[in-house]
Nanobody
């Protein structure tokens, strides 16, 4: 069974940090581009960050640029999202995804998804 499982979400104060993890299993994802998306209540799912299968070719949404860092650890089949200087508007369910068929920032094209992990940033 192919799975992506996120972890690391939680409650944090404004200005704090969290690191999300996304572990893949059931197949190798080392040849896939991967990304992080988020969805706040009442809003559409939006792109956060993506990393190419090479580990380079990294892209961020403008709203998180300079605060979030995406990375991959191939030996552990895991992708990370280090989130720093968190703001209330970062509150959302965060999803990892793999194997985009179209553009890396278009959630509709991703073939594999995790179940999501909740991040709440309070003041």
């Amino acid at each position: 069974q192919v799975q992506l499982v996120e972890s690391g979400g939680g409650l944090v104060q404004t200005g704090g940090s969290l690191r999300l993890s996304c572990e893949g299993s059931g197949r190798t994802f080392s040849g896939d581009d991967m990304g992080w998306f988020r969805q706040a209540p009442g809003k559409e799912r939006e792109f956060v960050a993506a990393v190419a299968w090479t580990g380079t070719g990294i892209n961020y949404a403008d709203s998180v640029k300079g605060r979030f860092i995406i990375s991959r650890e191939y030996a552990k089949s895991t992708m990370y999202l280090q989130m720093n200087a968190l703001k209330r508007e970062d509150t959302a369910v965060y999803y990892c995804a793999a194997d985009p068929r179209e553009n890396y920032d278009d959630h509709r094209g991703y073939r594999y998804w995790g179940q999501g992990t909740q991040v709440v940033v309070s003041s």
